[in-house]
């Protein structure tokens, strides 16, 4: 395996554990802030942001993570003026290019922040138009955690996962508390909170332009960075129009080093288990395999993972993921980053405890199961983790169950007879009939209907967020169409509508298609 340490080119030992040596005493209080600065100028000059990166990994034994978060403003101090600060110059449209272009936007809109904070009235309007465009940043924050972090892990480089996603929380934390109180008019709570979320803001873009961006293009592979690409445009960008892929499109998950998809890992887990029973280890995707009831070949395994209406994750008896089912109703984002990955890494800090917990006592047999729900106004999730175990009884992992239960927990009376509604099966209707009902209303002709205005077509499957990018305050109107489109403008809403279409809106709301486009259509006219 790759070592940081041998992916950054580090050579000079001496000089490596000097500094390491001067932050240990800094950290310990046995050099005061000048001394240690003035031996760090005396043996190491200037420091490199993977040199500083690589002397922060090395402290691990020594400090835990949440000493070093504690501590780490105070490492920055001892390193002014030696730290020398990379360029950030980067590909047009690499992952890293897109991260900075990403920041410069949000540090403009902080600075706006700022200027109408040193204001001599409070106006709420221009407020508003700040915060709605940085609730797009928990996108920024999930590519980093899904995306970035995981192919920093690889090189043995983990200390963003335990670090800096506590600051990744911080800011998306204070920014969505800031929204709160400024959509409750707590005007004097909201004023208070802002020199703190400017404060986080800046820090945290200084944190990842300074020390993980320079480290990570020294770290990570052009083949990982156009893999990247692909994960990055699935979760989505903040702020800014999203960029044409990066890279080689065609380049193979097997040409990565230690890197795997969901599919790829399936398949060699699945080839090393015909092979055990001397059958073709390398089975035609049509090919019909005995499961433990009945006969499937791999592309209907795939598809049955694909079509299941509820989100699956799989962790093994390692803690390492194995497997998620990649659907288009996906509640939270994941990519094919994750797998592969310590499940720990995968959280932040502060639910680091609980999963650990969930895992020991699935282990031990003290427990089988844990349930969690988010019940919120806009939507209602279940989440099921269930121990998984052999015939017998030994610990093979434990599988996550998510669904979204919203619709589900609306139900009542009774269905037994088939119905119809709207475009697709289910909505809100109950009937009682005593034969099938089919509403004509809603016809095979009424899922064509398609209108385009000012370049944009909208079709049931044109996705929410794609007319969201394309058309300004579209997602801030969508309520005044339907009441229940007030859950679009919540954090929540904005992760679901990466998926949802104008079908499911349909489904969601129980309008009809053509009333739904037609509203759509009309807001875009009025803006012309």
């Avoid at 707590?186 to 004023?191: E, V």
């Avoid at 405890?353 to 349930?371: P, Y």
Wanted: proline share 4%.
């Amino acid at each position: 395996m790759t070592t940081m340490k041998s992916a950054l080119g580090l050579d000079n030992e001496q000089r490596l554990a000097k500094m390491i040596e001067i932050k240990d005493n800094y950290l310990s209080g046995n050099l005061s802030l000048e001394e240690g600065q003035a031996l760090l100028k005396q043996y190491i000059g200037t420091c490199t942001p993977d040199e500083f990166a690589y002397g922060e990994q090395q402290l691990k034994g020594a400090y835990t993570d949440e000493e070093i978060t504690h501590r780490m403003d105070d490492l920055l101090a001892l390193f002014d003026g030696i730290l020398i600060r990379a360029n950030n110059t980067y590909p047009t449209n690499h992952p890293l290019w897109v991260y900075v272009e990403e920041i410069k936007v949000g540090l403009a809109m902080i600075d706006e922040a700022d200027k109408l904070l040193k204001a001599p009235h409070f106006i709420k309007n221009p407020w508003l138009g700040i915060y709605d465009k940085l609730s797009e940043w928990s996108r920024h924050l999930s590519r980093k955690q899904n995306q970035l972090y995981p192919a920093l892990e690889k090189y043995g480089f983990d200390r963003p996962t335990k670090i800096m996603w506590t600051f990744d929380d911080k800011v998306r934390d204070l920014i969505s508390e800031s929204r709160r109180h400024l959509q409750a008019d707590k005007t004097d709570d909201f004023l208070e909170l802002q020199p703190k979320m400017i404060d986080a803001f800046r820090d945290l873009a200084d944190k990842e332009q300074e020390v993980l961006f320079p480290t990570a293009w020294k770290l990570v592979t052009e083949d990982e960075f156009s893999y990247m690409s692909r994960g990055d445009h699935e979760i989505g960008f903040a702020l800014i129009t999203p960029p044409p892929y990066y890279g080689d499109m065609n380049v193979s998950p097997n040409a990565i080093p230690e890197k795997t998809t969901t599919t790829a890992n399936f398949m060699k887990e699945l080839a090393d288990l015909l092979g055990k029973y001397n059958m073709s280890p390398t089975p035609a995707a049509d090919t019909e395999l005995d499961v433990a009831t009945g006969k499937l070949s791999l592309e209907r395994i795939n598809l049955l993972f694909k079509h299941m209406p509820v989100d699956l994750s799989y962790v093994d008896e390692n803690e390492l993921v194995k497997f998620y089912s990649d659907t288009t109703h996906r509640i939270f984002p994941r990519s094919a980053n994750v797998i592969g990955r310590e499940v720990r890494n995968c959280h932040p800090a502060k639910s680091v405890h609980l999963v650990e917990e969930i895992i020991e006592k699935f282990r031990s047999g003290e427990q089988d199961k844990a349930e969690f729900w988010i019940n919120k106004p806009e939507a209602f999730i279940y989440i099921l983790y269930t121990a998984v175990r052999d015939e017998a009884g030994h610990f093979k992992g434990v599988l996550e169950m998510m669904q979204d239960c919203t619709r589900i927990r609306s139900l009542e009376g009774s269905r037994t007879l088939l119905t119809w509604d709207s475009e697709t099966h289910g909505n809100h209707e109950t009937t009682t009939s005593n034969t099938n009902h089919f509403d004509e209303s809603n016809t095979t002709e009424d899922m064509t209907y398609s209108v385009t205005v000012q370049g944009i077509t909208i079709t049931a499957d044109t996705k929410l967020f794609e007319l969201f990018e394309a058309v300004d305050g579209l997602r801030q109107h969508m309520p005044t169409i339907n009441t229940n489109f007030k859950m679009l403008n919540t954090s929540f809403g904005k992760i679901m509508a990466r998926k949802a279409t104008i079908r499911t809106a349909c489904e969601r709301t129980g309008m009809k298609l053509k009333e739904l486009i037609d509203a759509i259509i009309e807001y875009i006219k009025k803006r012309e």
